[in-house]
């Protein structure tokens, strides 16, 4: 599997903050559903294509990196004619790969008929065709509700009789029996390693 498109953005990002010397990346392009929606996507995008551009390609060190890496992706595919581009990179078309991938990771790249739908179907590799693949609503829940069943097993497990340690005092005056650290055995008990945090304190 070559890898997935994210995977290849996020390298993309990864060597935009190479460029720039930086940890961290600020991100334009925060709600893809709304700019859709305001229409700004498209410009936006094409903004964000362009820094990269400017900071990965535009640099000797980011640049080479970028190469080295479409070029061990592309000659291991099994189409032919991507194998033999692996060698053939120019600037122009690593440019132009660049753009795509960022097209296609916000959902503005419409399908060219050359070999740029190759390469974009490598790179995204889970692909089944040019649209990412991703959890439909229905696998989310069905995800999360097995999660929920799970967790919710596994906290029946903890509050089972057999494993709760019992604790119980008698005091008229539970604010002046705390003035005892050394004989208040609930703080005494709960500065003990237990392997499950969990209790019920009653006054």
């Given at each position: 599997?070559a890898?997935?498109?994210?995977?290849?953005?996020?390298?993309?990002i990864s060597?935009?903050?190479?460029?720039k010397?930086?940890?961290?990346?600020?991100?334009d392009?925060?709600?893809?559903?709304?700019?859709?929606?305001?229409?700004?996507?498209t410009?936006?995008?094409?903004?964000?294509a362009?820094?990269l551009v400017?900071?990965?390609?535009?640099?000797?060190?980011?640049?080479?990196?970028?190469v080295?890496?479409?070029?061990?992706?592309f000659?291991?595919?099994?189409?032919?004619?991507?194998a033999?581009?692996?060698?053939?990179?120019?600037?122009d078309?690593v440019?132009?790969i660049l753009?795509?991938?960022v097209?296609q990771k916000?959902?503005?790249?419409?399908?060219?008929?050359?070999i740029?739908d190759?390469?974009?179907?490598?790179l995204?590799?889970?692909?089944?065709s040019?649209?990412?693949?991703?959890?439909t609503?229905?696998?989310?829940?069905?995800?999360?509700?097995?999660?929920?069943?799970?967790q919710?097993?596994?906290?029946?497990d903890?509050?089972?009789?057999?494993?709760q340690?019992?604790?119980a005092?008698?005091t008229?005056n539970?604010f002046?029996?705390?003035?005892a650290?050394?004989s208040?055995?609930?703080?005494i008990?709960l500065?003990?390693?237990?392997?499950?945090p969990?209790?019920?304190?009653t006054?």
């Open positions: 599997m890898g997935n498109l994210s995977s290849i953005y996020q390298t993309l060597l935009f903050n190479l460029s010397e930086s940890f961290y990346y600020c991100d392009i925060v709600n893809t559903f709304l700019e859709k929606m305001t229409g700004s996507i410009g936006n995008v094409q903004h964000h362009e820094q400017r900071y990965v390609l535009g640099r000797p060190v980011p640049a080479h990196i970028l080295h890496i479409l070029q061990d992706k000659k291991r595919s099994a189409v032919p004619a991507v033999e581009q692996a060698f053939k990179l120019t600037e078309v440019e132009t753009r795509e991938i097209q916000y959902e503005q790249r419409s399908p060219s008929g050359d740029h190759e390469f974009i179907r490598l995204s590799g889970e692909q089944q040019l649209m990412e693949i991703s959890y609503k229905q696998q989310q829940k069905q995800k999360q509700k097995q999660q929920n069943k799970n919710d097993s596994d906290t029946m903890v509050f089972n009789k057999k494993n340690l019992e604790l005092i008698d008229d539970y002046q029996y705390t003035l650290p050394e208040d055995l609930p703080k008990a500065g003990l390693p237990l392997p499950v969990i209790l019920s304190l006054y």
